[in-house]
């Protein structure tokens, strides 16, 4: 089992930035890619990245490259996404998950955490 805590979450000017942090325990945090998700009220949980394992690769939905960076600290137990430039759009509930393929599906993702929420106004 993995557990996961976001935090970082809050509320933000659009244009505005934010740093969501996701710590991880139990089983080996390096074993897994790690994603982040986001869900909007009466919407569908959606993808906005993930980074695999050794942390030496990372990929984006479209609308988030350029401004999001996900980064992660195997030794730290934590992952990281920098969200830069931040719309009212993207106002949602963010999500980290683990799991063992480098994927974009939220059914790769087997351990998730309870989610943080983001809120841009405009």
């Known amino acids: 089992q993995v557990q996961l805590v976001e935090s970082g979450g809050g509320l933000v000017q659009a244009g505005g930035s934010l740093r969501l942090s996701c710590a991880a325990s139990g089983r080996t945090f390096s074993g897994y890619a790690m994603g982040w998700f986001r869900q909007a009220p009466g919407k569908e949980r959606e993808f906005v990245g993930t980074?695999?394992?050794?942390?030496?690769?990372?990929y984006y939905t479209d609308s988030a490259k350029g401004r999001f960076t996900i980064s992660r600290d195997n030794a730290k137990n934590t992952v990281y996404l920098q969200m830069n430039s931040l719309t009212p759009e993207e106002t949602a509930v963010y999500y980290c998950a683990g799991g063992l393929r480098f994927s974009t599906s939220v059914r790769e993702y087997d351990y998730w955490g309870q989610g943080t929420q983001v809120t841009v106004s405009s």
């Open positions: 980074i695999r394992r050794d942390g030496g690769k990372a």
